[in-house]
């Protein structure tokens, strides 16, 4: 899998097996929508698994990023690509449960300004994660919420700290992106 966009465009990234990265096509389209709102940003990559939507994330301009993942195959593949690249220092790597990893973000008062989450499809986790982060408000101001989910899977539009902006589907999967309520 490669970098698609910014100064690390067409460099290649480990992806551990068993892991469903966001194909070329749907990272493409994400940060295209997302445009130039990733410059300078804060961001929190849930459900990491390779780490591309946060080194993505990187490549387009973001300042800090905070990757998240429970399994260590992925946190060593993470490290690794982010070794590669020499963004360690930029970098926070957190083995842990996203859920665990939000409500200690929230007790520590952590914010960010953009929050992707790209878990696994019909496992409700999606849906967990946006309830969790509605309770645990760790979304900065204006921030955004990036939702990657299957196309058949149901969202709420609003919660009390943010509201859907964008739904649009690319072939089995669907971009959601909420914004912080001002």
Known sequence: MKIIKGRFKHYSLVVPKNIRPAYFRLRKAL????????????????FSGSGALGIEAF??????IYFVDFK???IRAIE???????LLPFSHI???DAFKAIKDFYIRGEKFDIIFIDPPYYKGMGKKSLQ?????????FCGYIVVLANFKEDFANNYKNFKLL???NYGQSA????????
């Open 31 to 46: 940060f295209d929508l997302l445009g130039e709102e990733i410059l300078g940003k804060r961001v929190l990559d849930l």
């Open 59 to 64: 490549s387009c301009g973001a300042k800090e």
């Open 72 to 74: 260590k195959v992925c």
């Open 80 to 86: 690794i690509n982010l070794s590669y690249l020499k």
């Open 94 to 96: 957190v083995l842990k």
């Open 132 to 140: 969790t982060i509605d309770e645990y408000d760790i979304l900065s």
């Open 166 to 168: 964008i739904r649009k």
């Open 175 to 182: 971009i959601l992106i909420y914004r912080k309520n001002e």
